[in-house]
């Protein structure tokens, strides 16, 4: 993470008031948030998360009194994977308390906030994990608040445990819209566009498929992101950072895998964010096609 530095501290570096705003100007820094500044090379090296947690930094250190984020600035705050990357930054204060107003592109909520349900993490105050997620699932729209939910395991949280908080909820805000979300969650879901690939199928009818599905091929196994083992046919979302870290042979690995496991009589799809994002319902009909011709076959 690049560093946020002062208006203060860039003086300290030797800078005059006069290069900081020719930097500011050709582009060699970058104005975070009024007060904050940082390297503009070192920020484009920075992934839309990262940079939006960057943010996050800046107003934690502008504002008089710490923010504590709630919804998906809480979330980011605790690494987990979102749909989108939140434009604006979310805080929330107890009834009575001060707002944090002034700060442009900050959402103020205000609600009961018992202690326990407020953390640190690396610095940063954020509501829990376990009222992120409740929080989340009562106020997101449903397909982000599902891909949040379905990562609860990660922190050891479960269904059950969630569902017991919520009952204690009776009368709030969205309550009913959260039952819904934790009814939707797979925990087995191991990325955002596995969980969204899900929900495709879910809303269109299809069958549900066995997700993470070993399938042992002449070297080894092989774990399908989803599958319909009576119909040996095998789902796979292809993300765009799949690969993205590995080197070319595992993607070579991947391919050979699937190559084996097609020679056992298993027939594999592929889709994409395109695929279920923009043209779900198309998805949803290639698959269903795919269904039936296996059924056809069986």
Known sequence: MTDLMSLAQ???????????RRRLRNGQLRRVR??????ADAYRRLSPEEQSLLRHRALSRAASAPPVFCLASAALVHGLDLRRVPVRLHT????????HNGYAGVVRHQERLPGPDVVTVDGLRATSVERTLLDCARLLPFTDAVVLADQAQRFDLTRTRMEARLAEWAGRRGVRRARRVLDAMDTRSESVGET?????LMEYGLPAPELQWAIVGRTGPYRADFAWPERMLVLEFDGECKYADSPADVTRNERRREVEIQELGWTVIRVGWHDVVRTPAATAARIEAALRRSAGTR
């Open 34 to 39: 009024a007060g904050c500044f940082t390297p």
């Open 196 to 200: 969204l690939t899900r929900l495709v």
């Open 92 to 99: 929330l204060t107890r009834p009575g308390e001060r707002t």
């Open 10 to 20: 860039l003086h300290d570096t030797g800078l005059s008031g006069h290069e900081i």
